[in-house]
């Protein structure tokens, strides 16, 4: 079986736990590709929850080699709690793997993360502040500390000593916050990190991968966040500093495009955001917030409120077209069950013109209103729903709807966060 991609194609948070979690039961191999503990990807087995931050949510297989990509930023103290909090509810955790590759989040990171929001005001684009950012900016200025950097104690001394003496300067002088960082002190906290993770680092984890894939093993590479959080097809400068898009995938686990047999797109049936930027579709007021209570819709990583929206097309014919998407798994219809009217955002509106595409520069995209199609509600019960033909005719329609949208086929329909919960079409 050719290799798979697990893609957001909205705003984040639609959902690619649960998909990814449910794919795994066939797979060989997950690995995540980018971001690092600002996602938050909720598997729900049972009654129990867990939300993940750093480790593939294919993790609740024991069969399942779960990596930790090469475009992964990890915070070394996070993933050692989430290994912890894994292992206490009975996961062995045998299975994970980590890149060497992998660059490493520093509490530098995360206070320059916090001061550069500050620093924003009115223009802050509502971070996780957990210092990815910073941490990629380092990576991509070939600054960055990589895991294989800890186990080097000359090399890990003398790139931290450079980095604290740098972030010192600007944490102190451009953003005045007055803070300490003794090099010591970090290098003695990581070195404990570096000592219990060593069994889970891997040389060449792109090899890794590489030899999986000649074996016809089935793997499956994970992304966090969505696409319009990504770094270059986003809404910029509000979005996060990876590229969660499909493209994304190739480089943050080191495989060839021509490996790539299917691209699965996570859809809400609906749309979310946490943090601030544009957000065409937004509903504002009680309809809005009965939404989000209904879907449970606070940050499975800060608890912030996620703002609620109508199910937007133009972003869909966008996540289509950049992630080349071959199937969908739509998640949260039943979150909709209840609603008598649905909206659907089929264009939007730009200068008195009807326009398909979704502008990326954020000033037109301001200037954009859209075009809803107006159709009922199916107002039925779907979450105990096993089989398409079950669903109520109103809600295939609007499955259809969505699919007519993205031009791709709906192969997943998730109707409720429990694994089981769930049509294969
Ligand atoms: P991710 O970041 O894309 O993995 O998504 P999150 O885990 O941040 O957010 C999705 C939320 O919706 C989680 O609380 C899931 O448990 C929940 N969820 C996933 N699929 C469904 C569904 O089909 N219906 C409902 N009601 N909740 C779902
Ligand atoms: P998952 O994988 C939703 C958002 C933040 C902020 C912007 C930049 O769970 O879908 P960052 O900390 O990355 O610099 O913040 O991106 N954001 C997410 N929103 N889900 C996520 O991950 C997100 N990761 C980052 O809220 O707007
Ligand atoms: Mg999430």
């Given at each position: 079986m050719p290799v798979s991609v697990i893609v957001g194609t909205q705003w984040g948070d639609e959902g690619k736990g649960k998909i990814t979690d449910l794919l795994s039961r066939d797979m060989d191999m997950v690995v995540?590709?980018?971001?690092?503990?600002?996602?938050g990807h909720t598997v729900v087995i049972k009654d129990a929850t867990f939300k993940l931050h750093l480790i593939p949510s294919g993790i609740f297989y024991n069969n399942v080699m779960c990596v930790i990509g090469n475009g992964v930023v990890v915070d070394l103290g996070v993933?050692?709690?989430?290994?912890?909090?894994?292992?206490?509810?009975?996961?062995?955790?045998?299975?994970?793997?980590?890149?060497s590759q992998a660059h490493i989040i520093f509490p530098y990171h995360r206070l320059m993360d916090k001061a550069q929001e500050k620093k924003l005001e009115a223009g802050r684009i509502g971070t996780t502040s957990r210092g990815i950012g910073p941490c990629y900016v380092d990576k991509y200025n070939r600054r960055g500390i990589r895991v294989s950097d800890l186990y080097n104690e000359k090399i890990f001394r003398e790139k931290l000593a450079?980095?604290?003496?740098?972030?010192?300067f600007m944490l102190n002088k451009f953003y005045n916050m007055k803070t300490e960082l003794s090099v010591d002190e970090i290098i003695n906290e990581y070195s404990g990190y570096a000592v219990a993770l060593k069994k889970y680092v891997v040389d060449e984890s792109s090899t890794l991968v590489d030899e999986a894939v000649a074996k016809n093993k089935n793997v499956l590479l994970e992304g966090a966040q969505g696409t319009m959080l990504d770094v270059d097809h986003g809404t910029y400068p509000f979005v996060t500093?990876?590229?969660?898009?499909?493209?994304?995938?190739?480089?943050?686990?080191?495989?060839?495009?021509?490996?790539?047999?299917?691209?699965?797109?996570?859809?809400?049936?609906?749309?979310?955001?946490?943090?601030s930027g544009p957000f065409p579709t937004e509903?504002?007021?009680?309809?809005?917030?009965?939404?989000?209570?209904?879907?449970?819709?606070?940050?499975?990583?800060?608890?912030?409120?996620?703002?609620?929206?109508?199910?937007?097309?133009?972003v869909m014919r966008h996540a289509s077209k950049v992630n080349g998407l071959t199937h969908l798994a739509v998640t949260k219809l039943d979150v909709l069950d209840d609603q008598e009217k649905i909206q659907v955002c089929v264009a939007y509106e730009y200068k008195g013109k009807r326009i398909n595409d979704f502008p990326t520069d954020i000033h037109r995209l301001a200037?954009?209103?859209?075009?809803?199609?107006?159709?009922?509600?199916?107002q039925q019960d779907t979450t105990k729903i096993k089989e398409y033909a079950d669903l109520p005719q109103k809600a295939k329609e609007?499955?259809?709807?969505?699919?007519?949208?993205?031009?791709?086929?709906?192969?997943?329909?998730?109707?409720?966060?429990?694994?089981?919960?769930i049509i294969r079409i």
């Open positions: 995540r590709y980018q971001g690092g503990n600002n996602a993933l050692i709690q989430e290994i912890e909090t894994l292992k206490a509810k009975g996961f062995a955790v045998e299975n994970l793997r980590i890149s450079w980095n604290v003496i740098e972030k010192l500093s990876s590229n969660p898009t499909a493209g994304g995938a190739c480089v943050g686990s080191g495989i060839g495009p021509k490996a790539i047999g299917a691209v699965i797109g996570v859809v809400k049936a609906y749309v979310t955001r946490v943090g509903i504002p007021g009680k309809v809005g917030e009965d939404l989000r209570e209904k879907g449970g819709e606070y940050g499975a990583t800060t608890g912030r409120p996620r703002r609620c929206g109508w199910f937007d097309g133009v200037e954009c209103k859209p075009i809803y199609e107006e159709v009922p509600g199916w609007y499955l259809e709807k969505l699919a007519g949208l993205a031009n791709a086929k709906i192969s997943l329909v998730s109707v409720g966060a429990e694994r089981g919960q």
